[in-house]
């Protein structure tokens, strides 16, 4: 049985790790700061599960490629939902 898992590291040169676990797998996000806010150097979350885990039901996409983009009741609400689908998919 799987659980959804994010966390957030705020490094001291600014750079932003997300890393989310999703069905047994690590994705990971780093946001490194720019000249117009940060940019990525890794796809994004909904890209990297496409690519290593296959298709999935948009909502599940959905869910994935907002997360990095909400707030604590966003992402405790997002968790719960993608625990639900690691274990239906």
Same mark, same amino acid.
């Given at each position: 049985?799987?659980?959804? /898992?994010? @966390? =957030? &590291? #705020?490094?001291?040169?600014? *750079?932003?790790?997300? /890393?989310?676990?999703f069905? $047994? /797998? ?7 700061? +720019? $000249? &117009? ?6 796809? &994004?979350? +909904?890209?990297? =599960? =496409? !690519? @290593?885990?296959?298709?999935? +039901?948009?909502? =599940?996409? +959905? *869910?994935? $490629? ?7 009741? !966003?992402?405790?609400? #997002?968790?719960?939902?993608?625990? #639900? #689908?690691?274990? *239906?998919?």
């Amino acid at each position: 049985m799987y659980m959804a /898992e994010y @966390r =957030v &590291t #705020y490094k001291d040169n600014g *750079v932003i790790e997300k /890393e989310l676990d999703f069905k $047994g /797998e690590t994705f990971r996000l780093t946001m490194i700061p +720019d $000249g &117009t806010g940060s940019t990525s150097k890794e796809k &994004t979350f +909904d890209i990297q =599960v =496409v !690519e @290593r885990l296959g298709e999935f +039901d948009e909502c =599940v996409l +959905d *869910v994935i $490629g907002n997360i990095s983009f909400a707030d604590e009741f !966003e992402i405790e609400e #997002y968790l719960e939902e993608l625990s #639900y #689908y690691e274990n *239906v998919y």
